[in-house]
């Protein structure tokens, strides 16, 4: 096997947990707030986009992980690191996804100032932070689950859950 091919697999299979996690949870979230939002004749998000989103929360997550401040709480109570944790991937979700509102603005109208007032005009803010806030929750739960399968052990938790 190539040294590229390597890198790859073990890119993809760092980031399958969090893109199968975030796959179910965003489907879940969608099927939900779907039936709420059509009922109320609000437009909402695609299926397409929910099954975009997981994959770029993955990637997220995945550049978030290599930043060498990631770890400062490794030797603390999981406290630490799981908030710290939780607050990074949810400063870069949120930062990615101002940029998705963004970025249409500033190509439409070639002024990231003007692009700026636009998209605080513009954008349904109670959905955003719907979105944030459910992001949030997601993410805690997902680092939870992540810190505590690091202390305790793969075998150890799939003991527990699965028995011998």
Known sequence: ????????????????????????????????????????????????????????????????DKLPFLNIFSRRPLIYSTAWKTSIYFLFTFLFRML????????????LDVAWRHLIDEIWWPRFWTVQIWLAVLLLLFVVSQEVIKAVGREK????????
Do not use: C, Q
């Not at 938790?157 to 011998?164: H, N, Q, S």
């Open 157 to 164: 938790i799939r003991e527990m859950f699965f028995g011998r």
């Open 100 to 111: 998705e509102h963004l970025v249409p603005f500033v190509v439409k109208y070639k002024d």
């Open 1 to 64: 096997m190539s040294r590229a091919t390597k890198w790859l697999k073990k890119e993809f299979f760092h980031i399958l947990p969090a893109v199968l996690y975030f796959f179910i949870a965003f489907n879940i979230f969608y099927m939900t707030f779907g039936w709420i939002f059509r009922a109320l004749g609000l437009p909402f998000i695609s299926y397409i986009r929910t099954v975009i989103g997981a994959l770029i929360i993955g990637k997220v997550m995945l550049v978030a």
